[in-house]
């Protein structure tokens, strides 16, 4: 596609819930991130994928958090008995990975509310 | 381990004057560095990287970069501010040594311009 797609934009759920956050990369991009932003605040690393495995999973909160890739495609962030403080923005980039040096793009977030 | 700090969390120019954004970094390798621009209820959008080479790099929206590698900074500068600058900027590092390195991201600095 022309751009990192997330979706939903927005979900609201109810404490205690299970929610599914997808994150479909730009073509070819075989490198994938996931990011939480809570409001006025930076972003917090939380994954990192190199095709369908994860070199880097030490940003995940607790193991209520999982995320899983099919090949160099979708990646689904997975929070299971959402609690209030995980209501966040959370981004999804990804990148070219011939080298290091490729710069990250990134989707426009999904809007995540615990009610 | 890397890190990247912005000390300031808010940055305040009149239009029409040199703007500077500051970010300092840690890696055990060769830096790669990044500033990114968020505006309100918007993604991320990338302004410019060092890699490798000269130490001023020049990037979207007028914006240049100057990295020093024995401050081990990388502030980002404009030299004539515009109201249409105000934003969040976000600096961001990555260990260019490291085959399974993350993107790591500072804290963030509110850019506001005032007319």
């Known amino acids: 596609g022309a751009g990192v797609s997330q979706s939903p934009s927005n979900k609201v759920t109810e404490k205690g819930k299970d929610v599914e956050l997808r994150c479909d990369p730009i073509?070819?991009?075989?490198?994938l991130y996931w990011y939480r932003q809570r409001l006025g605040q930076g972003l917090e690393f939380l994954i990192y994928f190199q095709g369908n495995s994860a070199p880097d999973k030490s940003g995940l909160p607790s193991d209520r958090f999982s995320a899983e890739r099919t090949g160099e495609s979708v990646s689904t962030l997975t929070i299971q008995r959402t609690q209030q403080e995980d209501s966040a923005v959370y981004l999804c980039?990804?990148?070219?990975?011939?080298?290091?040096?490729?710069?990250?793009?990134f989707g426009q977030g999904t809007r995540l509310t615990v009610v | 381990a890397q890190s990247v700090a912005q000390p300031e969390d808010q940055v305040n120019v009149a239009e029409g004057n040199p703007l500077t954004v500051k970010c300092t970094y840690s890696v055990s390798g060769n830096p790669y560095l990044f500033w990114y621009v968020q505006y309100p209820n918007r993604g991320l959008q990338f302004l410019l990287k060092y890699i490798t080479g000269d130490n001023l790099v020049k990037g979207s929206y007028g914006f240049e970069a100057e990295f020093n590698k024995s401050q081990t900074s990388f502030h980002l500068k404009k030299p004539s501010a515009l109201v249409s600058d105000s934003a969040l900027y976000f600096c961001a590092v990555r260990d260019g040594y490291s085959s399974a390195s993350k993107i790591i991201f500072g804290s963030g600095t509110r850019l506001s311009i005032r007319p």
């Open positions: 980039a990804s990148s070219l990975e011939r080298s290091r040096s490729t710069e990250a793009f």
């Open positions: 073509s070819g991009h075989t490198a």
